[in-house]
């Protein structure tokens, strides 16, 4: 059972490493660098220079602290820029007292800056601990030679890992958004909506802050798509969800739940809320899509959450409702009854 769970545990968590960018480089930052610090204060001990040791000690502890952080909050970016912080830190306090091999790690701390931070947080961050170092090397002895080259090296490295950061952030997120997002329309994908669904549910149980979903579903779609082709109808349904979006609230959320129905989550709304949406939309419909042979309507069914509902229950009454809207003669609007059995 115990093992059971442990395993559990073990995917779940590498799940989280796989999916989490930001995580899985704190992760591979902070274990190694506790690690290899730890191994030097064990070195500074033996060699009685306690001042070191305890240094290394708390860079430790402050490592660790912010990995175990992370992985319990999920507070990454946050955790990102104290990490940097504390390693810029180290670098100083390792310079200042054990002289010129502490810039060794000042490359180290290079890297982490630019890919566990915001940009306009570590190029400041880098200069500065660039002078700062550049002041502490020439204190402690260094020539004007080799301080340039720190100077010259620590540039190079800055703009490669600049760069890399940079283009590393922006395939994760063109990842994401291919991973969630519907690539015709726009509109969130199905798994995306599950998630949402998911989360609605949660906040109900919790704040009861109720959640409106609309389901609406274009009429005769496939007769568009057999007269007009089905680049007329691509052009149909990407109409339809700019429509949908330019006329549902800030915080509304739009999904593409296959072919040509589609789910609008309405926030913290009641029945007479959703009931209002849902007419605004319909008429915005009505009023603006259309084909080659005219108007193009839609059909709508909602349902606010129950008390008895999980996501596949609410979505199952929307659509029961959406069925009855059709079944009425299409082009209408049904909310599910919240008392009915
Ligand atoms: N152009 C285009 N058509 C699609 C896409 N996805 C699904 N469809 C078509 O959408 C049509 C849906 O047809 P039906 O489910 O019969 O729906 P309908 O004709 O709108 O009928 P009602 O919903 O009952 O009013 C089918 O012809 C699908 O091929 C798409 O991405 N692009």
Known sequence: MALKKLQHQYKQARKRFQADFRLSLITLFCLPAAIAIGGFAVFRSIDGNWLMAIVDLLLVAALLGILIFSWCTGRTRGAGIVLVLVTGCGVLAVVYLAGLVGLFWAFVDVIASFFLSP???????????????????????????????????????????YSFAIRSKAQADELEELATRDSLTGAGNRRMLEDELRIAIAR??????????????????KQINDKYGHAEGDDVLRHFATLVESHSRRGDRFFRFGGEEFVLLLQDVDLHGLETAARHIHQV?????????????????????????????WLQRADQALYRAKGAGRDTIVLADPEAA
């Open 119 to 161: 940009p306009m947080f570590a190029v400041p961050k880098v200069i500065i601990l660039t002078g700062a170092s550049l002041v502490l090397g020439a204190e402690a002895g260094l020539g004007t030679l080799p301080l340039i080259s720190f100077a010259t090296t620590i540039f190079i490295v800055s703009v490669f890992a």
């Open 285 to 313: 419909i009505r009023d603006y899509l259309t084909c080659s042979g005219g108007e193009v309507t839609c059909s709508i069914g909602g349902a606010l959450i129950r008390e008895d509902d999980n996501w596949e229950r």
């Open 204 to 221: 109900f149980d919790r704040d009861t802050i109720n959640t409106g979903l609309l389901m609406l579903d274009l009429d005769y779609f």
